[in-house]
């Protein structure tokens, strides 16, 4: 019996059509297309059923409420479905898949986020490689947890940023090895979870959160930080040198301290794309923890402030906030 595989096109890229001011999105443009490509109705291929968001959502616009709607949706045809696609413009696409990969708990199905570079109307997309190669992963490689496929790589969702931004190899997992390679074969690349949840499927909530980050530069005057400090704040990620190092400064230090013990969480993570942050590698990155600053560890950013957002939403004591943030919830920190 053929699977059935639910397709959320919530907007971008993928499903738009061309016009005299440029690309722009189309309802219904998207699944008319799809109806007259005969790959995706191939004999191999899931039966699937398209569900296209009025209205269509530019990426840039993709907000928490966003995303808890993509949740809600997907949980009310949970049972109706096999796995499950999310169509999802490019550039806060590591963002949704690290958001929903939280929002999620006991998955015991598949959901993968793709999208693409250029329309599935064009002739040179990627569009319908990565929605083919989607829909058969999900269909005969299921993995039960939130990823990205992009570029012929199934990438585990909360560990990938957006690298390119025309290139077709748009996303990479720099501190996590892809999970799948659809080649000639679809080849195994890492460790992939064997036991099925036996749990039944929780959405969890997830709201807008006041966070703010901070990248650091040579000369940054630390007024800058103190005023931002001031704010009604929650969380601050600081991006820092290398593994988690920032100028030994006084000033910097006591104002963090001191935000530190208002009960703003204080996070640092790497300007670089690949590493860890190790805190005790050198007195730099020690003061920092000295002041109340916790480790980023191997996130990326995006999993970072999804990770804020879902433990900010959930009302936890600040103590088990520090704990949980710390501790690897779905995959995300190595």
Request: proline share 5%; glycine share 6%.
């Amino acid at each position: 019996m053929k699977k059935r595989i639910y397709i959320a096109y919530t907007g971008g890229t993928i499903g738009m059509k061309p016009s005299q001011s440029g690309f722009v999105p189309v309802p219904g443009y998207l699944t008319e297309t799809i109806a007259n490509m005969p790959d995706f109705y191939h004999d191999d291929m899931p039966e699937f059923e398209i569900n296209e968001y009025m209205p269509l959502i530019d990426s840039a616009n993709v907000s928490p409420q966003i995303w808890h709607t993509i949740a809600l949706d997907i949980q009310s045809r949970y049972d109706d479905f096999d796995g499950f696609i999310v169509l999802h413009g490019t550039d806060t696409m590591s963002y949704t898949a690290s958001a929903l990969s939280f929002i999620f708990e006991h998955l015991s199905k598949p959901i993968i986020i793709t999208g693409s570079q250029i329309p599935l109307s064009q002739l040179r997309t990627d569009a319908r490689i990565n929605l083919l190669n989607a829909l058969y992963i999900a269909a005969h490689h299921p993995i039960n947890e939130v990823c990205l496929f992009f570029n012929n790589y199934l990438f585990r969702g909360n560990r990938t940023t957006k690298q390119y931004a025309d290139g077709f190899d748009a996303f990479v997992s720099p501190n996590y090895a892809p999970l799948l390679e659809a080649g000639i074969e679809i080849k195994k690349l890492s460790k992939l979870p064997v036991a099925v949840p036996t749990e039944e499927l929780v959405v969890r909530s997830i709201e807008v959160q006041s966070i703010a980050i901070l990248h650091l530069f040579p000369g940054l005057n630390w007024q800058v930080l103190d005023n931002l400090l001031k704010s009604p704040l929650k969380a601050l990620v600081l991006l820092t040198y290398g593994v988690g190092n920032a100028q030994q400064d006084k000033q910097l230090l006591d104002t963090l301290k001191r935000a530190s013990e208002r009960g703003i969480l204080i996070v640092n993570c790497s300007q670089c794309l690949k590493g860890a942050v190790n805190m005790q590698g050198y007195a730099t990155g020690h003061a920092l923890n000295e002041a109340g600053v916790i480790s980023g560890g191997d996130m990326t950013t995006e999993a970072v402030i999804a990770k804020l957002y879902y433990l900010l939403s959930q009302s936890l004591p600040h103590q088990e906030l520090i704990e949980f943030f710390q501790s690897d919830l779905r995959g995300e920190l190595g």
